[in-house]
């Protein structure tokens, strides 16, 4: 079982940066996949950006502006997020993917204004 915390959300406006956080409740190490994902009202759950030991991906979107990073001494995954926009807002959720199993987060609210 993996347990995945996030947190950093909150209101920013068009142009400004957050930086979201997912604490793991295991190594880091262990975990084959991670990412983030968002949510806006009235659309599906989309993917944001990934991390895996081969590398980081990002959807179209985001790139440039996002930046995913891992910190193995703190079992934490980051998001830095600049040049947030409008379109950006939406929850955020942490996903771990090890094995055959696949976990999320609560969720962290993301809200970018105009």
């Known amino acids: 079982q993996v347990q995945l915390v996030e947190s950093g959300g909150g209101w920013v406006q068009a142009g400004g940066s957050l930086r979201l956080s997912c604490a793991v409740s295991?190594?880091?190490?262990?975990?084959?996949?991670m990412g983030w994902y968002r949510q806006a009202p009235g659309k599906e759950r989309e993917l944001v950006a990934t991390?895996?030991?081969?590398?980081?991906n990002y959807a179209d979107s985001v790139k440039g502006r996002f930046t995913i990073s891992r910190d193995t001494a703190k079992n934490t995954v980051y998001l830095q997020m600049n040049s947030l926009k409008p379109e950006d807002t939406a929850v955020y959720y942490c996903n771990a993917v090890q094995g055959l199993y696949g976990y999320w987060g609560q969720g962290t609210q993301v809200t970018v204004s105009s």
């Open positions: 295991r190594t880091i190490f262990s975990i084959n996949y």
């Open positions: 991390i895996t030991s081969g590398g980081t």
